[in-house]
């Protein structure tokens, strides 16, 4: 896993004070980052469009039209003039060179946005808003310096943005390009190194970046073993319940030795999961919520006071009774209404899912410091799972698992690892992991995927 960081000025400036770099040097490094990957999309002599801005971003763009220059065809783009002290300097070794320096858009092979970097914390003008339109309705390859433009310092878009396919990220990770409405725009997010180790240059960090590596399946490693080895999720079906039989089966399918459903009606399962009307004496996790509808409370009670690990997801969200749980090392799997509605059950916040998405982070973290033992899985297209202070994105899921049911497999993948004995947290990241891994497997249309098959995807993994 990666660190990702809410700011690196604190860190550009720990370079400055205790490594004896320069702002100069830095920035060196942050156009030869832009640069290789200029050398990396097309040929020597391609024409390239560089938009820069006012500020240090923008000074990035200048530097590199410096680095390109008689290699390829550079038109460099000021539209607002310049600020700062960097960006004055690296203009002057432009003009030196007589780098031609544009007035008004041109489609080129590959437009750079240096306009706008990381800190942006306001509306764009709309002078600002036509540029990016203009941008964004070429036909050319797109490279975003830091983040792409329009993109806020706290990951929101208020206007427009510029679409990235690749965004280059000076120094480290920064969340802002980790939120939902920013995965349309960043591209293939890649960290430019300034002049240092991202080791080196990176401190703490309570945010990281999973990576596939992260993942760790439930393989049978030990010969001398029988199905009760392996655990026994238990099932809780309510009125919906294909929900519970699509956890059930998805639990089956990533290593559970044995599945049993509970309903009280007779349901049709396949042979090998089972069925029974109240918890079982062997039972060491369970799954609770999918499709649940209204459900006896006092039965709801009962199974929630029992010392097994629990994953909750849907409809319980919705119900007080969660509120006695939550003291406990559970997993809670929401989406963002069912968030919404926990928070204000949790009396932490009374608001709009339109809120919520602009400051998952936020929210995240606020509910986990009032239940630190709580692991929460917020589903998103950037999923977050938080725990206490630590915050994990995975940002390998896609529009595939937009879908009815593709919640339930999730739930059934952590149900499963519970019943296996990972701890609350790791069944979450590992099952989030397979979830997402086993979608971007997926080779049909990607509007074609049902339950079945992204548990067949996951028996692959």
């Not at 996790?285 to 509808?293: K, P, S």
């Not at 629990?310 to 003291?327: G, K, R």
Request: glycine residues 6%; contains cysteine; charged residues 25%.
């Amino acid at each position: 896993m990666q660190k990702v960081f809410y700011e690196v000025d604190s860190l550009d400036k720990r370079c400055y004070e205790e490594f004896a770099l320069t702002e100069d040097l830095l920035m060196e490094h942050a156009a030869s980052s832009l640069s290789r990957e200029i050398y990396k999309q097309v040929d020597k002599n391609k024409s390239v469009f560089i938009v820069c801005g006012m500020g240090n971003n923008g000074a990035d763009g200048i530097a590199l039209a410096r680095l390109l220059f008689k290699c390829f065809d550079v038109k460099l783009y000021i539209p607002f003039g310049i600020k700062s002290k960097m960006a004055e300097l690296q203009l002057k070794r432009v003009r030196l060179l007589d780098i031609e320096i544009v007035d008004e858009l041109i489609e080129c092979d590959i437009t750079v946005d240096c306009l706008f970097g990381s800190g942006l914390n306001k509306d764009l003008d709309e002078k600002s808003q036509y540029i990016i339109n203009t941008l964004n309705s070429y036909d050319n390859s797109k490279i975003s310096c830091d983040i792409p433009s329009g993109v806020n310092n706290l990951g929101q878009v208020t206007t427009v943005a510029f679409e990235a396919d690749v965004t280059i990220t000076m120094g480290a990770l920064k969340a802002s390009l980790f939120t939902d409405i920013a995965k349309d725009f960043v591209g293939d997010i890649k960290v430019a190194n300034l002049g240092i180790q991202r080791e080196v240059y990176e401190t703490d960090a309570n945010i990281y970046l999973l990576e596939k590596e992260d993942m760790e399946l439930p393989f049978r490693n030990k010969k001398d073993s029988h199905k009760g080895t392996y655990g026994h999720l238990n099932v809780v079906a309510g009125c919906k319940k294909g929900a519970g039989v699509i956890a059930a089966k998805a639990a089956f399918g990533f290593g559970t030795g044995l599945v049993s459903v509970i309903c009280h009606e007779n349901i049709d399962l396949p042979y090998h999961i089972m069925q029974t009307h109240k918890l079982t004496k062997n039972c060491t996790a369970i799954a609770l919520g999918m499709g649940l509808g209204r459900y006896e409370e006092d039965e709801i009670k009962k199974i929630l006071e029992k010392d097994i690990p629990i994953i909750i997801d849907a409809d319980l969200f919705y119900e007080d009774v969660i509120l006695e749980a939550l003291d406990k090392e559970i997993v809670l799997t929401p989406h963002p209404k069912e968030f919404c509605e926990l928070l204000r059950l949790c009396e932490i916040a009374d608001i709009t899912i339109e809120t919520l998405q602009d400051n998952r982070f936020k929210y995240s973290e606020v509910f986990c410091k009032k239940y630190p033992k709580v692991v929460l899985l917020l589903k998103g297209a950037n999923v977050l799972i938080s725990q206490n202070d630590k915050v994990y994105i995975n940002n390998l899921g896609s529009a595939v698992l937009a879908k009815g049911g593709s919640g339930d497999v999730l739930s059934g993948l952590v149900g499963s690892l519970l019943a296996q004995g990972y701890s609350p947290l790791n069944a979450t990241i590992s099952a989030s992991l397979a979830h997402a891994i086993a979608a971007g497997n997926y080779r049909k249309n990607n509007y074609s995927l049902i339950p079945s098959d992204l548990v067949e995807e996951v028996k692959k993994l």
